[in-house]
């Protein structure tokens, strides 16, 4: 390679992340003209979705449950980013029996230290304790991506697909040219900013406002009768313009969201999903998924997410019967070979510790639904599960032993006893916003949290980065349902 002469100097090369010196050699020797001026680190690998969140866009990182060599370079390079940008050098923790995690905490304290210099931020001189990085594995909450979600964001995701902060429409009916294809940036959208972690009941009240708001501006734009009236018009005319915009928008999605939820039976399905997460009702609930997923008018994907969840709660229940919901699935032309490979993804012969018993239910009175008077056909949703992460989260800040749960790769920083004050964890297998959500609470309440993954789950893509981590190995824990499973695993 040789880097041909420009017609002006180029003033840098700037990269997102830590250069090998080989690497910069490399490009000062074919720089023959010596056109480039400077070399710069940038340590921006990795995609800000929120002010914290970040996803690598990884969508499926292992195969035969082991990590893609690829993912997990790329992994490693960009936490190290992250930490680089946060300036912070902090203890390394890990999920206990999860190679995945401890092969990825590992790589990133060899980088650490191989870059020592470049760590070296002094942060807690004060005699505080270090921040910590905490690498976790999806497979210890599979229940989470699971769920529908009712929060504004997180809703967007499930049902429409969030992709580098746009939003596809190009196939819907019924959505104007304008709006085919969205950007739902809270940097970039003040309305949006404000309201991605608002529950669906409360967007409606708010979309409400918003246009209310802009119905009084649009009649007040109508008394132009003066030079001065003509003036105010053309100076608030932009934010007339813009305003205008984000209504239509959002009320775009909003009708989305709505239709979908409708045509779907989102409501009744979602609270479901949601006793047999945070309830152990077996034969009850039994019942009701059987009736649900044999209704034509569930979705077969939303009928395969009840029978997943119940197959991950009753895994090991005496009456469990996995197998009748899943010839029902096939019946329907559904993919019953989904259960099975999620079962040895993320069984319990995997999950440390009691997923479902962690789980808390909230008051009493913010079950399920609560009907928002004067906003005709929304509801606000209130959810009862908790991910397992924000318990995990609390009991950190609250000082709580940490080893032999999550224990530390460098444990030289480790004789503090106090709580860190700043926390970055990282999910192998992608995090939801479920869990963003989560940390937005928590650093409401003064926290200091950062939440990142390989990349960003709505139900589908889990499912898919399932059945990819789990392609081509045998399956060991799911004999029941053998009958149900892709050949390439039996």
């Given at each position: 390679m040789i880097i041909t002469p420009p017609l002006k100097p180029v003033p840098s090369v700037d990269f997102s992340s830590i250069i090998p010196r080989t690497d910069i050699k490399y490009l000062a020797e074919c720089d023959e003209s010596e056109s480039v001026r400077e070399v710069k680190e940038l340590y921006a690998d990795y995609l800000s979705v929120n002010p914290n969140l970040f996803s690598l866009n990884i969508p499926n990182c292992m195969a035969n449950l082991n990590w893609l060599p690829d993912a997990l370079t790329r992994s490693m390079q960009g936490i190290t980013a992250v930490l680089l940008s946060l300036k912070l050098n902090p203890v390394i923790r890990y999920r206990a029996g999860s190679q995945a995690a401890q092969l990825l905490a590992k790589m990133i304290y060899e980088q650490i230290t191989k870059d020592s210099t470049l760590f070296d931020f002094r942060s807690n001189m004060d005699g505080s304790a270090p921040p910590l990085l905490l690498v976790l594995d999806r497979r210890d909450d599979p229940v989470t991506p699971l769920l529908h979600q009712?929060?504004?964001?997180?809703?967007?995701?499930?049902?429409?697909?969030?992709?580098?902060?746009?939003?596809?429409?190009?196939?819907?009916?019924?959505?104007?040219?304008?709006?085919?294809?969205?950007?739902?940036?809270?940097?970039?959208?003040?309305?949006?900013?404000?309201?991605?972690?608002?529950?669906?009941?409360?967007?409606?009240?708010?979309?409400?406002?918003?246009?209310?708001?802009?119905?009084?501006?649009?009649?007040?734009?109508?008394?132009?009768?003066?030079?001065?009236?003509?003036?105010?018009?053309?100076?608030?005319?932009?934010?007339?313009?813009?305003?205008?915009?984000?209504?239509?928008?959002?009320?775009?999605?909003?009708?989305?969201?709505?239709?979908?939820?409708?045509?779907?039976?989102?409501?009744?399905?979602?609270?479901?999903?949601?006793?047999?997460?945070?309830?152990a009702e077996h034969s009850a609930q039994l019942q009701r998924i059987k009736k649900l997923i044999a209704d034509e008018r569930v979705t077969i994907d939303d009928a395969l997410k009840l029978v997943a969840l119940y197959a991950l709660r009753y895994e090991r229940h005496a009456n469990c019967d996995t197998s009748s919901l899943l010839q029902i699935i096939k019946t329907r032309g559904g993919r019953p070979q989904i259960v099975p490979a999620l079962i040895e993804y993320a069984g319990n012969h995997v999950r440390q510790g009691d997923l479902f018993n962690m789980v808390r239910i909230t008051d009493a009175v913010k079950l399920t639904r609560n009907l928002i008077k004067g906003l005709k056909g929304v509801e606000n949703v209130f959810t009862q599960h908790t991910p397992l992460l924000k318990e995990t989260l609390e009991d950190i800040f609250k000082g709580r032993e940490l080893d032999p749960v999550f224990p530390a790769i460098n444990s030289e920083l480790v004789p503090f006893r106090?709580?860190?004050?700043?926390?970055?964890?990282?999910?192998?297998?992608?995090?939801?916003?479920?869990?963003?959500?989560?940390?937005?609470?928590?650093?409401?309440?003064?926290?200091?949290?950062?939440?990142?993954?390989?990349?960003?789950?709505?139900?589908?893509?889990?499912?898919?980065e399932v059945l990819s981590a789990t392609n081509g190995i045998q399956f060991k824990h799911t004999k029941s349902m053998i009958k149900y499973c892709s050949t390439d695993n039996i």
């Open positions: 009712w929060t504004y964001q997180a809703m967007v995701h499930e049902l429409l697909q969030i992709k580098n902060n746009r939003v596809d429409l190009s196939d819907r009916a019924n959505v104007p040219k304008d709006f085919k294809e969205l950007v739902l940036s809270g940097d970039q959208d003040e309305f949006y900013g404000n309201n991605m972690y608002a529950n669906y009941g409360e967007i409606g009240s708010t979309i409400k406002a918003l246009m209310e708001e802009f119905q009084r501006k649009a009649n007040d734009q109508k008394k132009v009768e003066s030079i001065a009236d003509m003036k105010n018009f053309i100076e608030s005319y932009p934010q007339f313009k813009k305003m205008s915009g984000t209504v239509q928008k959002h009320l775009c999605v909003i009708g989305e969201l709505s239709g979908l939820s409708n045509k779907r039976n989102l409501f009744e399905l979602s609270e479901l999903e949601q006793e047999i997460a945070c309830k106090r709580p860190p004050q700043e926390v970055v964890v990282f999910i192998i297998g992608g995090a939801t916003y479920e869990e963003a959500l989560a940390v937005h609470q928590l650093n409401n309440s003064g926290y200091k949290i950062i939440l990142g993954g390989t990349t960003i789950h709505n139900s589908q893509s889990f499912i898919n």
